[in-house]
């Protein structure tokens, strides 16, 4: 379990690309079992879901870095009265 801490602390979207992309191919499993795909088109179906999870997972990055738009909040005035 270290390990695994490790490693998300050194690689935080990689290991979330990782997780994300695992339960996205087990509901594609589970939901589509019954559907008659060929081999190839599971593939291309699980190729594509990993693509979208890392996708996913860069879109939710960018909530990471600091915004340089954001203006500090003032603080509040107290005692005057306009």
């Known amino acids: 379990m270290n390990r695994i801490r490790t490693f998300y602390e050194q690689h935080p979207h990689l290991a979330m690309w990782i997780a994300l992309a695992i ?4 509901i594609l499993i589970w939901s589509a079992w019954s559907v008659g795909f060929t ?3 599971w593939l291309a179906l699980m190729v594509i879901t990993i693509l979208l999870a890392g996708a996913c997972v860069w879109i939710i990055s960018w909530e990471d870095g600091p915004d340089d738009e954001e203006e500090p909040a003032s603080p509040p005035e107290t005692g005057k009265l306009p």
């Open 39 to 41: 081999v190839l088109q």
């Open 23 to 26: 339960g996205m191919v087990i």
